[in-house]
């Protein structure tokens, strides 16, 4: 071990490390109420508890413009995307008792398992593993911008085009479909879709 | 700041979403699950990029990526579940059984296609109608 890690421990955490265990705490129980929770609208409403807490948790980890781009877009358009959906498949307001389908306990001991594997492996892993979070800045919007378009510049271009093709599906699968293939049946309809 | 915090709230937020995709039944919770796998990897990246501080900001940039393409990805599930709605009045992913195989749950899986020769396409035909009404 280092010197310079030697001068770390968990017995005098630094301000940053406890208010990262704060809210990682806060963010976790968010996540387990949205996943667990019978009441549809909540359990998105858990979901921006839960994604605001990583944002935080970005911003505490020095990835400035990340936790903002977070912000943006799970906070402010996938939660409302999915209120959207909660609303045009007409989800029920209140408890609804079949939230959860019947293999919960199969369900339960698959995530526990896997979290103590994943858990006692991480932790034997970089149970001496700084991070120095006092160095040149690397999360702020002029070096993220600079790196993204000095280095990855053509990923972020096939990106655009990534999402101009899940832009033109989605219209494509949710436009309304023509009185003449709804009136027939199903295996013309899918004949029409696999043309499209 | 010590690398396992952050490693930690990642492996158990990805776990609480792999309850949440295995155990939900309505199809918009399940994407609700994937989508907290998907911010778990990106603390992930996230960490370990401060931690490791390459040149390129690898970690930072393939964040990026990753929440554009979850972007992507709940735009056309939604779109999806809410086709699958408009043509079976449910967004039950449990009742969406038209490709599954019959397994031993199914009334018609105790016996094979082989020793009835004349009725299996009927009993696939009638168990398809059933599951699909």
């Known amino acids: ?38 009441q549809i609208v909540h359990a998105a409403l858990w979901l921006v508890v839960a994604l605001g807490g990583i944002a935080v948790e970005y911003l505490l980890l020095t990835a400035e413009f990340i936790a903002w781009v977070q912000v943006l877009i799970y906070v ?13 498949t007409k989800a029920p307001i209140g408890r609804s008792p079949d939230a959860d389908s019947g293999n919960r306990w199969a369900a339960l001991l ?3 398992a896997s979290a103590a594997v994943l858990v006692w492996v991480v932790v034997d892993a970089f ?21 993204l378009f000095r280095h990855w510049v053509l990923p972020f271009e096939a990106l655009s085009v ?31 879709e696999g043309g499209r | 700041m010590h690398l396992v915090f952050p490693a930690v709230l990642s492996m158990l937020l990805f776990c609480a979403g792999v309850y949440g995709v295995l155990a939900r039944r309505n199809a918009i919770l399940v994407l609700m699950a994937v989508e907290l796998m998907l911010n778990a990897v990106n603390l992930n990246l996230v960490a370990f990029d401060v931690w ?41 992913v449990d009742r969406l059984r038209d ?35």
């Not at chain 1, 280092?2 to 968990?10: C, I, K, L, M, V």
């Not at chain 1, 120095?132 to 919007?141: Q, T, V």
């Not at chain 1, 999402?163 to 949710?174: K, P, Q, T, Y």
């Not at chain 2, 397994?103 to 009835?116: I, T, V």
């Open chain 1, 1 to 38: 071990m280092s010197p310079a890690a030697q001068s770390h421990g968990f017995l005098s955490p630094s301000g940053a490390e406890v208010a990262f265990v704060l809210v990682g705490l806060v963010t976790f129980g968010a996540a387990i109420v949205t996943v667990t929770t019978r």
């Open chain 1, 162 to 192: 990534l999402l101009l093709a899940a832009l033109v599906g989605a219209i494509a699968l949710s436009r309304r479909q023509p009185p003449a293939a709804a009136a027939g049946s199903r295996a013309p309809d899918a004949a029409q």
């Open chain 2, 99 to 133: 490709t599954a195989e019959p397994g031993p749950g199914d009334q018609d899986a105790a016996d094979g296609p082989a020793d009835a020769p004349g009725t299996p396409a009927h009993r696939t035909e009638a168990h398809r109608t059933e599951a699909s009404a």
């Open chain 1, 110 to 112: 698959v995530a526990a």
């Open chain 1, 76 to 88: 402010g358009s996938v939660v409302v995307l999915l209120l959207f959906g909660l609303l045009l």
């Open chain 2, 52 to 92: 490791l501080r390459d040149r390129l900001h690898s970690g930072q940039a393939l964040t990026l990526f990753t929440i554009a393409v979850a972007a992507a990805e709940i735009g056309i599930g939604l779109a999806i579940v809410l086709m699958v709605y408009r043509g079976r009045g449910t967004s039950d």
């Open chain 1, 127 to 147: 149970r001496a593993t700084w991070i120095d979070l006092d160095g040149p800045a690397a999360g702020s919007a002029a070096v993220t911008g600079a790196s």
